[in-house]
């Protein structure tokens, strides 16, 4: 995604944002956030050459750590129509995010849904 790296910055600044680093600087991942008025994953994304290394679950599981129960946290995804979408569809559901409503379908065309994970 062209503009992530500049996006991650700013919001890193303003707390709202986490990525992940390799040694020599390089992002290898990062995760826009919003806690009020309701805790949400606004924008997650990992470089392709660091997929399948476990960035996006550190990403995900450090973001719900911010997110202290009783919450209900919110993400919306790729619906199930677009491929490019399973891996993440897959991640949200391994924390426990259940599938909800669809919503308009996103810039590019694809179907987008909403995923929900309540914390006691």
Not at 47 to 56: M, N
Not at 83 to 101: H, K, M, Q, T
């Amino acid at each position: 995604m062209p503009d992530f790296e500049s996006a991650l910055r700013r919001n890193i600044s303003r707390g709202t944002a986490l990525c992940v680093r390799d040694a020599g600087g390089q992002v290898l991942g990062g995760v826009l956030l919003r806690a009020a008025p309701q805790p949400r994953i606004t924008w997650l994304a990992v470089r392709s050459s660091a997929r399948r290394r476990g960035v996006g679950h550190a990403l995900v599981a450090e973001a719900l750590r911010r997110c202290p129960p009783p919450c209900e946290v919110l993400v919306d995804t790729f619906g199930e129509d677009s491929i490019e979408g399973y891996p993440a569809r897959r991640l949200y559901e391994s924390f426990g995010f259940v599938p909800g409503e669809y919503l308009p379908d996103g810039p590019e065309g694809g179907s987008r849904q909403r995923f929900r994970l309540r914390r006691q």
